[in-house]
T-cell receptor, first 114, second 115 residues
C-alpha cells in the first residue's frame, strides 16, 4: 500500500522568505501526486497536481512542485511567502490507475509572520 | 455554489447515539469518497463509491459505520452507537473517474463531537 511522509510538522517563516515543504511517497508504480491546502476554517483545496509530462508543476498562488521520480519526492516550493499563505498543506498520492483512493500525508502547518 | 456539499456542518451528540451525515457531490461525478480527519492529522480514507457501488472500505470503518449511495448521487454516512473516539471531521469528496487527470474535490466537512 502506498504511504506519504511529510517531514516538517510545523514551519514558521517571515513574509518574503522562500518556502520548501518536503514530501516523499512510498509506491512502486506510476503515481499521481497532489498538494492540497487547507486555510483556517476552510475546506481542502487543490494547489497543484502531477499526472504526467513536465515534472515541474505550477499551481495556484505562485506555488510549484517538482516530481523527482528517483527520490520518490514531490516537494512544494514558493519563492516568497505571504501572510495569507498561513495554512495546513497536505501532500497526497494516488496510483495512476485511480483504482485505489487518495492517500494523504499528515500535513505541514505553515505559519507566516509579518 | 456547485461544489461538494455536506450537512450538517457541525453535530454534537451524546455517546451511544446514532448520527448521520449527508454528502451531495458535484453533479455528474461518479466517484464519491468519505474521509475522516482529526486534529493534527491528514485525511484518512474510509470508503468510496463508484456510482451506487461501494468499491472499497478501510479497516477504519468499523461495523458501527455504514455508508450508502442509493441512486448514485448523494451519499450518507451513518455512525451507530457513537463513541468519543469518533469525534472528528468527516470529509466527503467527489470526482469523475480518476487516473486521467481528474481532480478530487472536497467538501467543507462535517464536524462531529461526541460527549
Amino acid at each position: 500500500a502506498q504511504s506519504v511522509s511529510q517531514h516538517n510538522h510545523h514551519v514558521i517563516l517571515s513574509e518574503a522568505a522562500s518556502l520548501e515543504l518536503g514530501c516523499n511517497y512510498s509506491y512502486g508504480g506510476t503515481v499521481n501526486l497532489f498538494w492540497y491546502v487547507q486555510y483556517p476554517g476552510q475546506h481542502l483545496q487543490l494547489l497543484l497536481k502531477y499526472f504526467s509530462g513536465d515534472p515541474l508543476v505550477k499551481g495556484i498562488k505562485g506555488f510549484e512542485a517538482e516530481f523527482i521520480k528517483s527520490k520518490f519526492s514531490f516537494n512544494l516550493r514558493k519563492p516568497s511567502v505571504q501572510w495569507s499563505d498561513t495554512a495546513e498543506y497536505f501532500c497526497a498520492v494516488m496510483p495512476y490507475s485511480g483504482n485505489t483512493p487518495l492517500v494523504f500525508g499528515k500535513g505541514t502547518r505553515l505559519s507566516v509572520i509579518a | 455554489d456547485t461544489g461538494v456539499s455536506q450537512n450538517p456542518r457541525h453535530k454534537i451528540t451524546k455517546r451511544g447515539q446514532n448520527v448521520t451525515f449527508r454528502c451531495d457531490p458535484i453533479s455528474e461525478h461518479n466517484r464519491l469518497y468519505w474521509y475522516r480527519q482529526t486534529l493534527g492529522q491528514g485525511p484518512e480514507f474510509l470508503t468510496y463509491f463508484q456510482n451506487e457501488a461501494q468499491l472499497e472500505k478501510s479497516r477504519l470503518l468499523s461495523d458501527r459505520f455504514s455508508a450508502e449511495r442509493p441512486k448514485g448521487s448523494f451519499s450518507t454516512l451513518e455512525i451507530q452507537r457513537t463513541e468519543q473516539g469518533d469525534s472528528a471531521m468527516y470529509l466527503c469528496a467527489s470526482s469523475l473517474i480518476p487516473g486521467s487527470g481528474n481532480t478530487i474535490y472536497f467538501g467543507e466537512g462535517s464536524w462531529l463531537t461526541v460527549v
